[in-house]
T-cell receptor
Framework: EDKVVQSPLSLVVHEGDTVTLNCSYE??????LLWYKQEKKAPTFLFML????IEKKSGRLSSILDKKELFSILNITATQTGDSAVYLC????????????FGTGTRLTIIP | DTGVSQDPRHKITKRGQNVTFRCDPI?????LYWYRQTLGQGPEFLTY????????KSRLLSDRFSAERPKGSFSTLEIQRTEQGDSAMYLC?????????????FGPGTRLLVL
């Protein structure tokens, strides 16, 4: 069974700090890894990663995938209070289905 | 285009009642997915459609659950004889599909509370 593990489960930092969120996975026939941000509503898409070692960047957020070690990290620099959310990592497998397997998420709280 | 929409946003029902939720995907998205999310957990896959065809159902989807996408556009998820354990957020997502884009975009969800 596909498995996604995120760490830490929660993180509290001060505004302006840099944070790194971790995601490891065990998936049959990996296709891609996705990061989502979830506030009090639906998950909002951040990144999709399919190739190892290629960093994806969007403003203060960046992410990279290591397919050999089976993990990904999400970095947020110069954090702001608006970054407070649950960050979800999900993996798309390529084994006859199209489902996303999610981790439990990392709850990030930014203190002003 | 305003993204994936779901209706209702909240539903409170008594145990044993039937409920139906609706999802309207992003237009031109062929794939439509249903997930369930409970407090403190990530979303769990329930089922998905390619156009009107239901291609996979999770073992989480008991016989009391049924989903349809009759014309390949909107979808409905019905829960019969609701139980307190059905209380959760029900999320719908859509994507263009393989060969085009596999990114799944989520709707705002329907939060169900079964009393």
């Amino acid at each position: 069974e596909d498995k996604v593990v995120q760490s830490p489960l929660s993180l509290v930092v001060h505004e302006g700090d840099t944070v790194t969120l971790n995601c490891s996975y065990e998936v049959t026939n990996f296709r891609s890894l996705l990061w989502y941000k979830q506030e009090k509503k639906a998950p909002t898409f951040l990144f999709m990663l399919t190739s190892s070692g290629i960093e994806k960047k969007s403003g203060r957020l960046s992410s990279i995938l290591d397919k050999k070690e089976l993990f990904s990290i999400l970095n947020i620099t110069a954090t702001q209070t608006g970054d407070s959310a649950v960050y979800l990592c999900a993996v798309l497998s390529n084994f006859g289905n199209e489902k996303l397997t999610f981790g439990t998420g990392t709850r990030l709280t930014i203190i002003p | 285009d305003t993204g994936v929409s779901q209706d209702p946003r909240h539903k409170i029902t008594k145990r044993g009642q039937n409920v139906t939720f609706r999802c309207d995907p992003i237009s031109e998205h062929n794939r439509l997915y249903w997930y369930r999310q409970t407090l403190g957990q990530g979303p769990e896959f329930l089922t998905y459609f390619q156009n009107e065809a239901q291609l996979e159902k999770s073992r989480l989807l008991s016989d009391r659950f049924s989903a349809e996408r009759p014309k390949g556009s909107f979808s409905t998820l019905e829960i019969q004889r609701t139980e307190q354990g059905d209380s959760a957020m029900y999320l719908c997502a859509s994507s263009l599909g393989p060969g085009r884009s596999e990114t799944q975009y989520f709707g705002p969800g329907t939060r169900l509370l079964v009393l």
